[in-house]
């Protein structure tokens, strides 16, 4: 498929699947800000290149290409060459546990994940692609459920794993400490000094320990919270302008600015998606 000449987006969310958020875009320019999300998030490239860094790791993707990224981990995302076209969809670890279990017929005892890496797969990334395109175009129940059940079954069965947990350190637990901070007083003007005394380590050293850790800065996993926050106003039917107040932002201006740089889209073409 030919790259478009202009950026375009269309968001939704497909009640067949509990209201999954699905993604079709291009783009052109359009850069992606460090973020992560609450689900997991599944797709691939149908035409042109993007640049992403995942887990501390820079790659650029092109079509045969898949994204498989844990709920959590953080990614970002700008365009490589004249741009890309691309189609996503976001499964919550709930929705993907009840997909396993209706296709192999088995209780799934675990918590899904994937490696983190972008694996080249040509011939699932094409099915992932026919799937998507089966939700977008409206088609049956019947018809969209067994591609879309298939493709993720089979994405899973080759890359999928289950995940461990890693052995807890102080650092770590420190660095925890100040992540659990953010996320309890998301919508508060908070300072580093503060964030250092709820860690119990320096400011620099929270800084380098909290991007080791998370990859992220703890600003930016704070702008991360908010907009995911204000993900779920929206989804309630909450007004932009009174969510940007709710989550901390300055104005309605720095809340779109920062909602579009980690999701795509407008706070308004996200409210009625």
Known sequence: MPLAKVESARFWRDSRFCDMECLSASF???????????????????????IATLRGRREETGPGDLYL???????????GGEGYRYRMIYPDTKLFIDILEDVTGKAFN???????????DPQLAEAFHNAHRTLESGAG??????SMFS????IFAR?????????DTKERSAVARARDYLIENFDSD?????????????????????????????HAFLTDRRVLVARRLLREG????????????????????????????????????
């Open 159 to 167: 890359y999928g794993s289950t995940i461990v947990l890693p052995i």
């Open 190 to 218: 908070l300072g580093l000094e503060e964030l250092a005394k709820i860690a119990g380590l320096s400011r620099a050293h929270l800084i380098r320990a909290f991007r080791r850790e998370y990859h992220i800065t703890p």
């Open 69 to 79: 990224i844990d709920p959590g981990v953080v990614h970002d995302g700008t365009p």
């Open 238 to 273: 909450h007004m932009p302008a009174d969510v940007a107040l709710q989550c901390g932002f300055a104005d309605q201006a720095h809340f779109t600015r920062h909602f579009k740089s980690r999701t795509g889209v407008t706070p308004g073409q996200f409210r009625v998606g």
């Open 151 to 154: 493709v993720l079954a089979a």
């Open 141 to 146: 129940a019947l018809e969209s459920d067994e």
């Open 28 to 50: 052109l320019t359009h850069e992606y800000a460090p973020h992560a999300h609450d689900t997991f998030s599944i797709g691939a490239i149908e035409s042109g290149s993007q």
């Open 110 to 120: 675990a918590t899904p994940s994937f490696a983190g890496s972008l694996p080249r």
